[in-house]
């Protein structure tokens, strides 16, 4: 087709953005005004990929309009590597690198040079990675990694700043009795996940007690080695000085586990496969939660906390159509963008809560994982109200699942959630920070990058038969757990308790 | 050697005042006829616009009797306009008033009014809540919130570049003719979010009620922007339109754009939207309303809570300025904080090591100033411990000065920080229309380049002024055993 052809057919096709003669005229209703058709598309990671020495993969993505430097370097490593009798290593392990010396540097010099350079520089550890983060204006980006490679490679666990964290941790864990959000987050773990549980394990003072020294060097030794570890930079920077400088860093890092980090894997083109649906819900257990029903904690106070929900779903792959179904259920359910069912009734309509906030862990195992159980996160609505209110808001949420669970939902309703995900697709490579993270992270997690190109026609596809199949396959209300936080009395006797009774049976007081 | 120079020069060369933040930072500033100012930061590329406009007036203009009423009106900007939010307008409009004329003698006699609840039924059925936030994100945009502080208003949109003039609707729409529907739903979610934010926090009721002593009743401070729960729920209708009237003025609001939206488009779209609000009054009577507020009463408390033991120890200062005394204790703060800062080296890990954790904040507002120091105690530490090891901290820093390689950290410091708040487009966008509201967006920049200024002598005089052991307000909170185990 020739190119002046090409744009006769789209002039043919597209609408007018503005009506020519009235352009100064303001329409009467907002849907009367017309648009240049915006869809977004995530930028293209072409160009932005490179590649250490010794593997290790760095995306780059430059933004010279400040003089600041991002530079995030994430490790497959987290709680769920610990093993049993090791709560709480791998964070000790991330904090300590960073807050107890490294290399030429005492736990204070460190401080003092990381201050001087007006820099920051993070260790942070969460279930199933490890984060260091340099942020630093661009002319001290060479001495703040410097620094970053000295806390990765050599961290001192100095011994007097490791007991300061011990004794504040243990601190920490007498006032988490005090904070009923606290005492909800514990609990519900160990009702939906078991006591056993890697998911619901928690720090106590026993585990406290076990972080010496020589504990923190051999996690650190066993695992943070540079398999599956990714790098992203962005900001003012040039991307080969920066690559050539990471890699007088970081290239000669040697793996310390024998299978090196592999490329991200590619998703099939066209629709996927029948043979992907044999995902669990519940992990290797079987059942939605691990001790389902009405559960209690008894606390005085105007305000109760209350928790409903289950396990998460686990799939084996990213482009499960039922992972995309799911995505729009918890939408339509709660989504922070949309008018969702959620918020119409306990928030506008009955004027409940402040807040409801919802969400449905949709992990995916990678192949080699060798135990799925801990994979499952969970799903998991939660909200404050007046204990006076909590059967009643808690009846709302056992209502719009059962709702969920019996009926289609209208094409409009899946309109209109999916026209929400869509529309937050672009805050998650809104900046160059955002855009080299975002692709890291595939190659961290196993996600394939064409899962983004792919990601508005997938939702597009969903039906209401999915929603409703999946819905069906992957909540259980019966199975769920309902915790309540809260003045015990008035917590239980509210509107809506025989409902709640009807599904979970009758609340019981949980014993710590 | 050679290098330490290099470092020493490039140093300097930071932290300078010719290296201030305003090279990165040059917003299209416009003002249009009936008083309303714009400022466009245009960043090509971005797919969404930050878009922020501010009033301002926040809680510190509640009515004495009415803590809350601020917050309530920016909730209630939420109902829609005569045209969002209802499904026939001629049919809501008289039995809006109705309904407004029965609440009020309920509220009045403290008994529902009869013929209430039948008008409620009836409105419920012509009203579409939520229809406002609806028409926003069937058209891609997010993160829509409001945020009542206690000299300004904030309301937030982020939406798709190509669809900029949705957002000059709907605003300019609701600011035209907001109708304040769903009055007392939106006076239980106020409260639900007073109990959520405040009264669920330990700590959190306590600070609140600092603030009471610290300021005293009666000052614009003394209460939380979140309202007092008595007073809200005896708000009326009417009380919302009054506020509205008198503070939602077009030369009390500012408006932010950033993103990739050209100054040029954005001034005629706000001629041809906001040029429609009337302009009530001059600046000049902007300016003469503005009360002089009373001296802080500095009254101490101390009380049990379920949290750490812990102080805090207040100093009346100065208002928010971008120069002088009000920026040498902003950089005290940032002397003080940080892992390298005196609180933590002194009191957290040196030789006093009676913190478990300690910060300094200048927190400086339009009607007055503090500078505050909060200390977390360490274990096995009494609380009275804590204000004498601060008073001997203060000491030190007097007795000894600030180093040089302090002032140097500290400026550094700052301008990296505020570089990172230019980072973030919606951030961005807050800060201008904040700074602006309190004067001119210059300020954030001038702010910097007066703190590269600084010297030891300014931070030794501001604390001989301000931080006197005679002068300040102390809240006591010793963590009370073991609640609800």
Redesign the interface.
């Known amino acids: 087709m020739s190119r002046l052809l090409a744009l006769a057919v789209v002039a043919a096709v597209t609408p007018p953005f503005t009506a020519p003669v009235s352009a100064q005229a303001i329409p009467e209703r907002p849907e009367d005004l017309r648009f240049r058709p915006s869809v977004f598309e995530p930028p293209p990671v072409a160009g932005l990929r490179f590649e250490l020495g010794n593997g290790v993969p760095v995306y780059v993505a430059p933004d010279r309009s400040l003089p600041l430097v991002d530079i995030v370097l994430a490790l497959p490593v987290g709680d769920r590597d610990e093993s049993p009798g090791e709560d709480g290593r791998a964070s000790m392990t991330a904090a300590m690198a960073r807050r107890g010396g490294a290399g030429e540097f005492g736990p204070e010099e460190l401080d003092d040079e990381i201050d001087a350079l007006g820099a920051r520089i993070e260790a942070s550890s969460s279930w199933g990675r490890t984060v260091l983060v340099l942020d630093s204006g661009s002319e001290s980006v060479d001495q703040g990694l410097e620094l970053l490679a000295s806390i990765l490679f050599e961290p001192r666990f100095d011994e007097a700043r490791l007991a300061q964290a011990k004794e504040n941790l243990r601190a920490s864990l007498s006032a988490e009795a005090d904070d009923p959000r606290a005492v909800l987050e514990r609990e519900w773990l160990r009702l939906v996940h078991g006591p056993g549980s890697p998911r619901s394990r928690r720090l106590t003072d026993a585990s406290v007690e076990a972080f010496d020294r020589d504990a923190l060097v051999r996690f650190h030794r066993r695992h943070w080695g540079p398999a599956g570890a990714v790098i992203a930079a962005s900001g003012d920077v040039d991307a080969e000085a920066l690559v050539a400088r990471l890699d007088e860093l970081f290239g000669d890092w040697e793996p310390r586990l024998p299978e090196a980090g592999g490329e991200a894997k590619r998703l099939p083109q066209g629709p996927p496969t029948e043979s992907a649906g044999d995902a669990a819900s519940a992990g290797d257990g079987g059942s939605a939660a691990d001790s389902p029903g009405w559960w209690t904690i008894d606390r005085p106070g105007t305000q109760a906390a209350l928790a409903f929900g289950q396990r998460g779903a686990l799939f084996d792959s990213w482009d499960d159509p039922d992972r995309w179904a799911l995505m729009l259920l918890t939408e339509i359910l709660d989504g922070p963008g949309a008018v969702s069912r959620l918020r119409s009734r306990l928030q506008l309509e009955e004027g409940l809560t402040y807040r409801v906030l919802t969400y449905f862990d949709l992990d995916v195992a990678a192949a080699a994982d060798s135990d799925r159980s801990h994979r499952t996160g969970e799903f998991r609505v939660f909200l404050e109200t007046i204990p006076e209110s909590a059967t009643a808001a808690a009846a709302v949420v056992l209502e719009e699942l059962r709702r969920l669970l019996r009926d289609e939902v209208p094409e409009s309703e899946i309109a209109s959630a999916r026209r929400s995900l869509l529309a937050r697709l672009p805050l998650l490579f809104d900046r160059p920070e955002m855009i080299a993270g975002r692709y890291a992270e595939d190659e961290l997690l196993g996600r394939p990058h064409e899962y983004w190109s792919v990601y508005r026609e997938r939702l597009v596809a969903v039906t209401a038969a999915d929603i409703l199949g999946a819905a069906r396959q992957f909540v259980d209300t019966e199975g769920s757990v309902l915790l309540v936080v809260g003045a015990r009395n008035a917590a239980i006797s509210g509107r809506g308790s025989e409902k709640l009774r009807d599904v979970l049976g009758a609340p019981r007081p949980l014993k710590r | 050697m050679k290098s330490t120079v290099l470092a020493a020069i ?1 140093l300097a060369a ?1 932290s300078s005042p010719a290296a201030s933040a305003s090279p ?1 930072l040059e917003p299209t500033r416009f003002t249009l006829d009936n008083g309303m100012t714009f400022l466009i930061v245009e ?1 090509p590329g ?3 616009v930050a878009a922020v406009w501010a009033v301002r007036g926040g809680s510190a203009s509640d009515p004495p009797g009415r803590r809350g009423l601020a917050h309530v009106v920016e909730h209630l900007l939420y109902a829609g306009s005569r ?2 939010g209802t499904r026939d307008w001629e049919e809501e409009a008289p039995l809006l008033r109705r309904w407004e004329r029965l609440y009020e003698q309920s509220v009045r006699r403290g008994a529902a009014a009869s013929g209430l609840e039948r008008v409620e039924q009836r409105l419920a059925a012509l009203q579409r ?2 229809a406002y ?3 926003y ?6 993160g ?1 919130d409001a945020f009542t502080r206690h000299d300004s208003t904030a309301f937030q949109t ?1 939406l ?4 900029i ?2 957002w000059f ?2 605003e300019s ?1 609701r600011l035209l003719e907001p109708v304040f529907r ?1 009055f007392r ?2 006076l ?2 106020v409260e ?2 007073r ?3 405040i ?2 926090s ?1 700590a959190g009721t306590w600070f609140d009620l600092f603030d009471a002593a610290y300021w005293g009743a009666g000052h614009p401070y003394a209460h939380s922007p979140g309202g007092e729960r008595l007073e809200v729920a005896r708000l009326l209708p009417a009380d919302a339109r009054s506020h509205f009237e008198a503070t939602y003025r077009p030369d009390r609001l500012v408006a932010v754009l950033v993103g990739d939206v050209s100054p040029a488009r954005a001034r005629e779209l706000a001629k ?2 906001f040029g ?1 609000l009337k302009g009530a009054g001059s600046r000049r009577a902007a300016a003469a309303e503005k009360p002089a507020a009373p001296e802080p009463a500095l009254g101490s408390l101390e009380g049990l809570c ?3 033991s812990q102080v805090e120890i207040r100093y009346p200062t100065v208002p928010f300025a971008a120069a002088g005394d009000a920026v040498a204790l902003d950089v005290l703060a940032g002397l003080l904080n ?4 005196r609180l933590y ?1 002194e009191l957290v ?1 040196g030789e006093e090591r009676v913190a ?1 954790a300690a910060s300094a904040e200048h927190v400086s507002r339009e009607f007055g100033g503090y500078f505050a120091v909060r200390i977390e105690a ?2 096995g530490v009494h609380l009275p411990e804590l204000t004498p090891a601060w008073d001997r901290l203060l000491e030190r820093v007097l007795a000894g000065g600030a180093r040089d ?1 302090e002032l ?2 500290v400026r ?2 700052l ?3 505020s ?2 708040q ?4 919606a951030g961005l966008a807050h800060r201008l229309a904040a700074a602006e509201a309190l004067g001119g967006w210059r300020q954030l920049t001038r702010w910097l380049d007066a703190a590269a200024d600084v010297s030891a002598d300014d931070l030794k005089r501001v604390i001989e002024r301000y931080l006197r052991p005679a002068d300040r307000a102390v809240l006591s909170l010793t ?1 009370s055993g ?4």
Do not use: H
């Not at chain 2, 994100?137 to 997010?142: D, I, M, N, S, V």
């Not at chain 2, 798709?160 to 669809?163: A, G, H, L, R, V």
């Not at chain 2, 940080?338 to 800062?341: E, L, M």
């Open positions: 490039l930071v990165f960043r971005r797919p969404l045209t969002i809540p939520g936030a609806g028409v994100t069937r058209a891609g945009a997010l829509i982020l798709p570049k190509e669809k003039e949705l609707w709907m729409d769903g739903r939106e239980a979610v639900q979010e109990r959520q934010r009264d669920s330990p041809r939207y429609r379920a949290c750490r940080s892992r390298s800062g080296r890990t478990f360490g274990e390689s140097k950290r550094r410091q301008l990296t920080d570089w990172r230019f980072e973030q487009d963590r073991s609640a609800g185990r």
